[in-house]
Each structure stands twice: as structure tokens, then as C-alpha cells.
């Protein structure tokens, strides 16, 4: 499912980090969440820009497995999606 921000989301879902791992096959694009989520505080948003399928469903599935909260995938207009991940922990 694919959603778009609404003004209030948008403010709120605004990343303080973005991972641009477009062009790159899963697991790619997790690995690079992974190592990178830590970096920022708890409770910010991490924006991951991906164009592999697998990322769509792959990188909520991560959230769910570690905790953290998937606030949505939100299509990009070249192709692909920002798929937002707040940190938990």
C-alpha cells in the first residue's frame, strides 16, 4: 500500500536522516537502515529512497522484526519510494 503525506504527516514524518539506496537489490537498502538507524535520535525518522520491489514490503517487515515503527511508503516521482521508519529504541 502506498500512501501520500498529508500536510500534518509530512511535518511530523520529516526525516532527520535519508539513506539513498535506490538502484540498489535487497538486502542492500536494510543492511543500510541497519547501520545507519542508531545514528540518529530516538523517536526521529529515518527516510530510506528505494526502487527495489523487495524494499516495499521487505523494509516494513524489518521494522516489525526490530521494533521500530513504519510510517509509510510514499512514491517517488522518478520511480520508487521514500519509505519513512521512526526510531524506537
Avoid at 500536510?7 to 539513506?19: C, F, R, S
Avoid at 539513498?20 to 547501520?35: E, F, N, T, Y
Wanted: net charge positive; charged share 15%; proline share 9%.
Amino acid at each position: 500500500m502506498t500512501s501520500r503525506p498529508t500536510g500534518t504527516e509530512w511535518q511530523q514524518a520529516a526525516p532527520t536522516l535519508t539513506i539513498d539506496a535506490l538502484g540498489r537489490k535487497c538486502p542492500i537498502p536494510i543492511i543500510m537502515l541497519a547501520q545507519q538507524i542508531n545514528h540518529v535520535p530516538m523517536g526521529a525518522v529515518v527516510a530510506v529512497l528505494a526502487d527495489d520491489p523487495a524494499a516495499f514490503s521487505d523494509v516494513p517487515a524489518w521494522c516489525r522484526l526490530k521494533s521500530h515503527t513504519h510510517l509509510g511508503s510514499f512514491e517517488l516521482p522518478g520511480g520508487g519510494w521514500a519509505i519513512h521508519v521512526r526510531r524506537n529504541y
